[in-house]
């Protein structure tokens, strides 16, 4: 099969490409200045060179701060981006893959989120990225929508990494209790899309891993994991000012994937443990 990846450099685009190769399918990648998922002429025409059977859109502004000043450049990729490829993928007969996230949900539910319930997000990014499933979701036979928590995976743009930079230079730290989702690994998310794909999925699902944590639970077992001695306090997200606001409650339910593909989705405890052997085995943690 012949994949085209977007966001060739993010940690999900970088583990489909090693996935892929592995695999023996033909993969072509593109970074943002290669191709600029924005602009119909560069995606027309980079489809054009490439004549994929899938398109896999990891590409994404996920500056969820940033995006309440800068707006129209998460539109730009969040949304517009989403539009051109799900256009020329109903153009050329081409399946495509993108990825949502939770936050298209306020959190104020008190339960986990399934695929029918209504987004309603509580920032400019989770609007960004909701405008971006509705332009997808025009055509409905032509792709799979997974909308995706806490993303982490080799590289650093993820809590994970972030976490570990600030307990290697402060003993103490203060983390959120009160924003409360599910950790994702990105080699669950690869496997599980894969496997997806395979089945003939479509439509909309939750990819995550199983249970719920919040912030707070999640940095307390990381580190200890790591077996680092950090104190840990929980603070509230207003200890914290931000641009954004965050949903309290965002964790969904993976329940309808499972189902589907009749499998047992890992534990969020069980995708760090994996991480940590994955990344961690051969570093000295000090």
């Known amino acids: 099969m012949k994949f085209l990846i977007t966001g060739a450099n993010g940690q999900l685009a ?11 399918h033909e993969t072509s990648a593109f970074d943002k200045e290669a191709l600029d998922i924005a602009n119909p002429d560069s995606v027309a025409e980079t489809v054009e060179g490439c ?7 990891c590409a994404a502004y996920n500056f969820v701060d940033k995006a309440e000043k800068d707006f129209d450049t998460a539109y730009r990729v969040n949304a517009t981006g989403v539009k051109n490829l799900a256009s020329v993928c109903q153009q050329n007969n081409i399946f495509m893959i993108h990825y949502s996230t939770d936050y298209v949900f306020d959190g104020t539910k008190t339960d986990f989120y399934i695929e029918e319930d209504v987004p309603h997000p509580v920032n400019r ?4 990225k909701l405008d971006g499933e509705k332009f997808l979701m025009e055509d409905p036979n032509t792709f ?5 928590s806490w993303v982490f995976g080799e590289g650093k743009q993820n809590f994970l990494y972030k976490l570990l930079e600030w307990a290697r230079k402060n003993r103490v730290l203060r983390i959120v209790y009160d924003q409360i989702s599910v950790p994702t690994y990105t080699k669950d998310i690869v496997n599980l899309t894969m496997f997806a794909i395979s089945k003939g999925l479509k439509g909309i699902y ?3 891993g199983s249970g719920y944590a919040s912030r707070y639970e999640v940095s307390r077992y990381f580190l200890e994991r790591l077996g680092m001695d950090n104190l840990i306090l ?3 997200s207003d200890y914290f000012p931000v641009p954004a ?9 993976n329940q309808k994937l499972a189902n589907d593909l009749n499998v047992d989705i890992p534990n969020w405890k069980i995708g760090i443990d994996r991480y940590i052997e994955a990344t961690f085995e051969k570093e000295a943690i000090s």
């Open 51 to 57: 004549k994929p059977d899938f398109i896999l859109n």
């Open 144 to 148: 799979l929508l997974f909308r995706v």
């Open 245 to 253: 606001r965050r949903p309290y409650f965002s964790a969904l339910s």
């Open 206 to 208: 939750h990819l995550t």
């Open 125 to 128: 990014y989770g609007q960004s």
């Open 234 to 236: 929980p603070v509230g």
């Open 14 to 24: 970088q583990e489909f490409r090693t996935a892929l190769k592995e695999a023996g």
